[in-house]
């Protein structure tokens, strides 16, 4: 039987770790799909507090990690299958083994999202990715697609430069969802070129097993053509990963936790950290103030029960 067991090893799940390991509650974290989740796939962050000259998103989350891991933190591989929260103790199941907790911090983040264009599965990993930081170094002197207009659009727009001849980032609309100081940052860079108002309608080659084309049109216009193209990467937004927790844990249309207060869930002993509940934020210092919040709250549940 554990005290907690949390869900997913990104900033929010790790900084949870490092607060229950010091209160001795022994937490064991499922590492899940990403193991470090958005923050290993990221390459500098500037924002988080503490880091002058910024620091690398991989080593960020690691440090976290090992941090949590000299407090006595338990770090698993593998992913939550199965859940049975009707009853204390929670059942979970981790790729086929059943553990029994008497509490749950949910930090298992948000997944890419994907077009859901018939040839975009198809040829992930063949000129489509998700991950800038994972595959951008196929793509030297290549020409490469950012499609999207948040900040990971632009933040990938601008890693790209580093390897790609051209880079193209691809909007849906005029206006601009990226903070103004990384927009400007893509606006000034003089690899990266700006196609607004226009939508990827079909990616090729699916018989060559490799992308070399896609199909836009420009919205306002109406004009449709093909654009030569080798490097395909999707950066529009992520999808909160809550299957598994359906029917139990109430979320939104859109899958998001709803929260029932600080880091509460409509479950009593089941905590949320992290991007699995927040759609504003979304931020590894709020990821992380999140992880410490739902360990305090776990912690008194704890106390409270006299466990
Ligand atoms: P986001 O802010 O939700 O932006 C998603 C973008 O993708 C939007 O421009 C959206 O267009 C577009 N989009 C969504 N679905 C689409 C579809 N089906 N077809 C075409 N375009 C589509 O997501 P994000 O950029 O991943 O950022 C998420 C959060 O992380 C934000 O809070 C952001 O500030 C943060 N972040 C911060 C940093 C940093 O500070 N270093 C880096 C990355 C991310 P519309 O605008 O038309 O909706």
Same mark, same amino acid.
């Not at 470090?36 to 924002?47: R, Y």
């Not at 989350?61 to 049975?84: C, L, P």
């Not at 909007?171 to 927009?183: C, D, G, T, V, W």
């Given at each position: 039987?554990?005290?907690?067991?949390?869900?997913?090893?990104?900033?929010?799940?790790?900084?949870?770790?490092?607060?229950?390991?010091?209160? !001795?509650?022994?937490?064991?974290?499922?590492?899940?799909?990403?193991?470090?989740?958005?923050?290993?796939?990221?390459?500098?962050?500037? !924002?988080?507090?503490?880091?002058?000259?910024?620091? !690398?998103?991989?080593?960020?989350?690691?440090?976290?990690?090992?941090?949590?891991?000299?407090?006595?933190?338990?770090?698993?591989?593998?992913?939550?299958?199965?859940?049975?929260?009707?009853?204390?103790?929670?059942?979970?199941?981790?790729?086929?083994?059943?553990?029994?907790?008497?509490?749950?911090?949910?930090?298992?983040?948000?997944?890419?999202?994907?077009?859901?264009?018939?040839?975009?599965?198809?040829?992930?990993?063949?000129?489509?990715?998700?991950?800038?930081?994972?595959?951008?170094?196929?793509?030297?002197?290549?020409?490469?697609?950012?499609?999207?207009?948040?900040?990971?659009?632009?933040?990938?727009?601008?890693?790209?430069?580093?390897?790609?001849?051209?880079?193209?980032?691809?909007?849906?609309?005029?206006?601009?969802?990226?903070?103004?100081?990384?927009?400007?940052?893509?606006?000034?860079?003089?690899?990266?070129?700006?196609?607004?108002?226009?939508?990827?309608?079909?990616?090729?080659?699916?018989?060559?097993?490799?992308?070399?084309?896609?199909?836009?049109?420009?919205?306002?216009?109406?004009?449709?053509?093909?654009?030569?193209?080798?490097?395909?990467?999707?950066?529009?937004?992520?999808?909160?990963?809550?299957?598994?927790?359906?029917?139990?844990?109430?979320?939104?249309?859109?899958?998001?936790?709803?929260?029932?207060?600080?880091?509460?869930? !409509?479950?009593?002993?089941?905590?949320?950290?992290?991007?699995?509940?927040?759609?504003?934020?979304?931020?590894?210092?709020?990821?992380?103030?999140?992880?410490?919040?739902?360990?305090?709250?776990?912690?008194?549940?704890?106390?409270?029960?006299?466990?």
């Amino acid at each position: 039987m554990r005290n907690v067991v949390i869900v997913g090893s990104g900033c929010a799940g790790n900084t949870a770790a490092v607060y229950t390991a010091r209160a !001795n509650l022994k937490p064991v974290v499922i590492k899940g799909h990403e193991p470090g989740g958005q923050l290993s796939l990221t390459t500098l962050v500037e !924002n988080f507090p503490g880091f002058p000259e910024g620091i !690398n998103g991989p080593d960020l989350v690691e440090n976290i990690r090992k941090q949590a891991e000299n407090f006595g933190a338990e770090y698993m591989h593998g992913v939550v299958t199965e859940a049975d929260l009707s009853k204390r103790p929670f059942r979970i199941n981790v790729d086929g083994e059943w553990i029994d907790t008497r509490t749950l911090i949910v930090a298992s983040g948000a997944s890419a999202r994907w077009l859901g264009l018939p040839n975009e599965q198809k040829l992930i990993g063949h000129g489509v990715s998700s991950c800038a930081t994972c595959d951008g170094f196929f793509y030297r002197g290549k020409k490469i697609m950012v499609i999207g207009g948040g900040d990971s659009a632009m933040e990938e727009a601008n890693f790209l430069t580093r390897f790609g001849s051209e880079v193209a980032v691809v909007h849906r609309r005029e206006q601009f969802r990226a903070s103004k100081i990384m927009l400007a940052r893509a606006q000034h860079n003089p690899k990266i070129k700006f196609l607004t108002n226009t939508v990827v309608e079909d990616i090729h080659d699916v018989s060559k097993q490799t992308v070399t084309s896609v199909r836009l049109r420009n919205t306002a216009t109406g004009a449709v053509w093909e654009q030569e193209v080798d490097g395909f990467f999707v950066a529009i937004g992520h999808i909160p990963n809550t299957a598994v927790f359906r029917g139990q844990i109430e979320t939104d249309g859109d899958g998001y936790i709803v929260s029932k207060g600080g880091a509460r869930t !409509n479950i009593p002993g089941v905590f949320h950290a992290g991007d699995v509940q927040d759609r504003a934020y979304k931020q590894a210092v709020t990821a992380a103030g999140m992880g410490c919040m739902a360990a305090i709250e776990a912690e008194r549940f704890l106390e409270a029960e006299g466990a």
